[in-house]
């Protein structure tokens, strides 16, 4: 027996080898170029399988050195290839004398003279020519050396600046990230003239190379966690990242959670706030999404639009995002636990109407709750995955099965539409998606609850949730700062927001200890004298 | 012990908290009639002299767990013996309130579940808790702690509002002189909620800041007290002191007979929620010193992996620790505090900090002598 153990063992790990092996093997070769063109394209050929977006341009003359262009087409700037490529190398190349003898020579003017771009580098690798060649660089291959000149085109359709779809706001910029990474880094440096805020790239995943860039700034971002998100970046190790959503799953602090412990957006406005405030935004290519970390639990309550509106108006919106997060999970809950166990609770008028409507429903209030829940839940989801134009058809439908045709057919009451209608419009209120997705879940938790044990198990059920958000951590960071642990200083952008003035301080234990924000005396006023009026003092207002 | 700091307000919420609970449910010092707001003051200034002592005690061994310091007191065995005792203790103690929690809940709301199941949901969530560990549940207690104030707060102003407070009901004051009134303070107020701060001596060695013990100690000492009498003096002047006295739960009488422009009305809903916050805190706090107190006694490395079984221990005596509710309000006045608190609250203490004053003084004065 023990031998078949073994045995089986052996074969595991022959597997885990496997695996590895074919992650390798979509490695580039790592081989130093040839200096023959000849051989260097169909080298490039053969690794690219003659994809016919790869597309090679010879540039011959007479007497003249024989140059190749290769690029990819879609990714590049086609007009800056003719112009500054090409036109430039026909109009500035006279034939060379004594050829053969110079190349080297010639090499170097192009390299310094010729090309007229910004970005041109020597690669004499394969990995790092393909690569460049893949991210939309424009390799210039010339016959005779053994290096290649990659000179950056990046360019080809791209979305666009426009207005971010998930966070919406009424007062406040109005682009949103794009798919491009440059894009997004640059909509954030305009917005943060800042030789500080630095920016690291690293390419993650091995098959898709997709670019990440943490971007953050330096003397006011905690350098500890600075150096943990660089370390679980760079020990990511998986074939590809397609949206940031890949990162957040590999580098989060906590698996078995609901709730999200980073914070995501699209808004440029709202990135460039919170690394001010200290914190690192990680930007994938390909998505408008980005991560920020570390995020705390109050974060996902807080609005750019907040900080844009007066403190009284924005408290009194923080107030009610509070408010609707805790409808959004607890008000089926409460409706059950109110009509199976706590009718005292209700004045009498009102539970004798509610039972009295509950008298044809056929089901316990939990079933029913659970019911509309449920179909809440698919009416959203159908909502959201069909196309625009049919969308307004499952309203429409959702409305009528909803609103009128169950409560007529007598399987639920009014009041559990009402009650299930109020929890969505609550759960809709919350400005971030992710924590009122995990509200969503968690209201079932809290419904069957209720339904066990009413107030009491809703009870237990919330100071679970209590304990388990305070034993959560972002980046080191405890999740329900700085509530809990308590700093006084940072209470100001909690459940209530303080004046722009007060705010003297950046959040304690997200920073450095470079804190201080403001300087004193913020808060404004009138002027001290009168001078700014036209009339004379003792006129008085009136004259 | 495991390796986490707790900061200074936290430390201040967890006591405040673990004083209020179930204190401040049951008709604490009934027994001195119309001055039992008197026999909660008298008896929280002999909470302050009990954490005194707890405090020296602390003192002289900052960064240990008192079943640590047990062991250099009095000698490796009679040490680690007293430790286990106190662990016990700790752990009996929790199970004797998750069975006061149960049991209240029973008679309020839940008269057909059986108590074993109401129990055992409390004590998962407690053993969840305990297992995250003291950081976690200080976190907790910080949000518990604002979130009870909030309920206290908005509790009191209705009260006040619906015009229930008759100050007449608290007079006459010391009708029989002193005496009673420090008969009531000797065999109740002590020992609960006072001299249940010994349960912190498991928790001091986690505060970042050894300096502040003593005075955060005795402002949560004076703030829980000072609540505690209003309480109970509010119980009073609402119900009077006969139905104060004959009422089970006299707080959640008190909130019932609120009654405002007939919409207010049956809150009982945020006594129980008031009731299972601060009873978490109390019973968290008891079994997590037990869980400690066991894991440094037995060496455990992980001392998580003990909460588990040992919070299944809790739950059993809970509900096998006595047959009736009157048999277990009956112990828990006449036999519990006489056998248990008085020598685990107050007299071994007392010895253990007379013999640790020796030992130092022995200790400072060989050291003098051979510097000499």
């Not at chain 1, 399988?49 to 050195?65: A, H, P």
């Not at chain 2, 309000?329 to 203490?349: C, S």
Request: net charge neutral; proline share 5%.
């Amino acid at each position: 027996m023990p031998i078949k153990i073994h045995r089986k063992r052996n074969k595991k790990l022959s597997k885990k080898e496997r695996i590895q092996k074919e992650v390798s093997t979509f490695n580039i070769p790592d081989e130093m170029l040839s200096d023959s063109l000849k051989e260097n394209v169909e080298q490039m050929k053969k690794v690219t399988g003659n994809s016919s977006d790869l597309k090679i341009r010879e540039l011959k003359g007479n007497d003249f050195v024989n140059l190749t262009a290769v690029y990819i087409d879609g990714l590049v700037n086609n007009q800056f290839i003719n112009e500054f490529i090409i036109e430039t190398i026909f109009n500035n190349i006279e034939p060379y004398p004594d050829l053969e003898e110079n190349k080297e020579d010639l090499f170097e003017r192009i390299y310094a003279e010729v090309v007229a771009s910004g970005e041109v580098q020597k690669f004499s690798n394969w990995k790092s020519v393909l690569q460049e060649l893949m991210g939309g660089s424009t390799v210039l291959l010339v016959d005779g050396i053994s290096t290649a000149l990659v000179v950056d085109t990046r360019g080809g359709e791209t979305r666009s600046v426009e207005e971010p779809g998930s966070q919406v706001s009424i007062r406040g910029p109005r682009d949103g990230f794009t798919e491009s990474i440059q894009t997004n880094i640059s909509l954030i440096r305009r917005r943060i003239q800042n030789p500080n805020l630095w920016v690291e790239t690293m390419k993650i995943g091995k098959v898709t190379q997709t670019s990440v860039a943490m971007m953050y700034l330096n003397g006011i971002a905690n350098e500890e966690i600075v150096n943990e998100v660089r370390k679980r970046l760079k020990s990511i190790d998986i074939d590809s990242i397609l949206e940031s959503g890949y990162i957040e799953q590999l580098i989060e602090d906590q698996t078995m959670t609901t709730f999200p412990t980073l914070f995501h957006t699209e808004r440029p406005d709202s990135t460039a706030g919170n690394i001010l405030e200290g914190r690192i935004a990680i930007i994938v290519d390909g998505t408008p999404f980005v991560l920020i970390a570390p995020a705390i639990f109050i974060q996902f309550f807080q609005a750019v639009e907040d900080y844009y509106a007066r403190f009284d108006i924005a408290t009194s919106i923080r107030f009610l995002r509070v408010l609707t997060f805790t409808i959004s999970l607890v008000a089926p809950a409460l409706y059950i636990a109110v009509t199976t166990f706590h009718q005292e609770m209700v004045p009498t008028r009102l539970i004798i109407a509610i039972s009295a409507q509950r008298d044809a429903v056929p089901f316990p209030a939990f079933v029913e709750a659970l019911l509309m829940e449920i179909t809440f839940e698919i009416l959203r989801e159908a909502g959201i995955r069909l196309p625009r134009a049919v969308g307004s058809t499952v309203s429409i439908v959702g409305a009528l099965v909803i609103g009128q045709a169950a409560v007529q057919a007598g399987i639920v009451s009014p009041a559990m539409v009402i009650i299930v209608s109020i929890t969505a419009i609550a759960s809709f209120s919350t400005p971030s998606y992710a924590i009122a997705i995990s509200a969503r879940l968690i209201r079932f938790l809290f419904m069957l609850s209720a339904a066990t044990f009413g107030v009491y198990g809703i009870a237990l059920v919330f100071i679970f949730m209590l304990v388990h958000l305070c034993s959560l951590r972002s980046f080191g960071v405890p999740y329900m700062a700085p509530i809990a642990p308590l700093s006084p200083s940072n209470l100001g952008d909690t459940i209530v927001r303080f004046p722009i003035w007060a705010f003297t301080q950046r959040p304690r234990l997200i920073g450095n200890k470079n804190n201080k924000r403001e300087g004193p005396h913020q808060k404004p006023g009138p002027p001290q004298s009168r001078s700014l009026k036209t009339t004379a003092d003792d006129q008085g207002d009136t004259s | 012990m495991e390796k986490a700091k707790i900061d200074a307000v936290q430390l201040f919420v967890l006591i405040v908290l673990f004083e209020l609970g179930s204190a401040m449910l049951i008709p604490l010092a009934i027994d001195a009639d119309e001055n039992a707001w008197l026999a909660i003051l008298l008896g929280m200034a002999f909470g302050f002299f009990l954490f005194l002592i707890y405090h020296a005690l602390y003192k002289y061994y900052p960064d240990m767990l008192p079943t640590q310091y047990m062991q250099k007191i009095l000698g490796k065995y009679i040490g680690w013996a007293l430790g286990f005792a106190y662990s016990i203790y700790f752990m009996y103690a929790s199970a004797r309130v998750l069975r006061d929690f149960g049991e209240m809940l029973l008679s309020v709301a839940y008269r057909e579940t059986p108590l074993f199941i109401v129990n055992l949901l409390l004590m998962f969530l407690i053993m969840y808790t305990v297992y995250q560990g003291i950081e976690v549940l200080a976190r907790t207690g910080e949000i518990l702690f604002s979130l009870l104030y909030l309920f206290a707060i908005t509790g009191f102003i209705l009260i006040v509002a619906s015009g229930l407070i008759d100050i007449t009901h608290l007079k006459p004051v010391l009708e029989e002189g002193i005496l009673p009134v420090l008969k009531v303070v000797v065999t109740e107020t002590i020992y609960v909620p006072f001299g249940e701060m010994i349960v912190f001596t498991m928790i001091f060695p986690y505060l970042n800041n050894p300096k502040v013990a003593r005075k955060i100690g005795i402002s949560a000492i004076a703030l829980s007290g000072i609540n505690l009498t209003i309480v109970m003096a509010v119980n009073i002047t609402v119900l009077g002191v006969d139905l104060t006295k004959r009422s089970q739960f006299p707080l959640l009488t008190t909130i019932q007979s609120i009654q405002i422009a007939n919409f207010l009305e049956r809150l009982d809903v945020f006594f129980v929620l008031a009731l299972i916050m601060t009873i978490f805190i109390k019973i968290t706090l008891y079994f997590y010193a037990g869980v400690i107190g066991m894991g440094n006694l037995f060496k455990v490395e992980k001392v998580n992996q003990l909460v588990y079984p040992l919070g299944l221990v809790v739950l059993l005596i809970s509900v096998s620790i006595a047959s009736s509710i009157s048999e277990h309000i009956k112990e828990g006045l006449k036999v519990v505090p006489i056998l248990l608190h008085l020598p685990f609250q107050i007299i071994i203490p007392l010895i253990l900090l007379g013999i640790a004053f020796l030992k130092s003084k022995k200790k400072s004065k060989g050291s003098s002598a051979s510097d000499a």
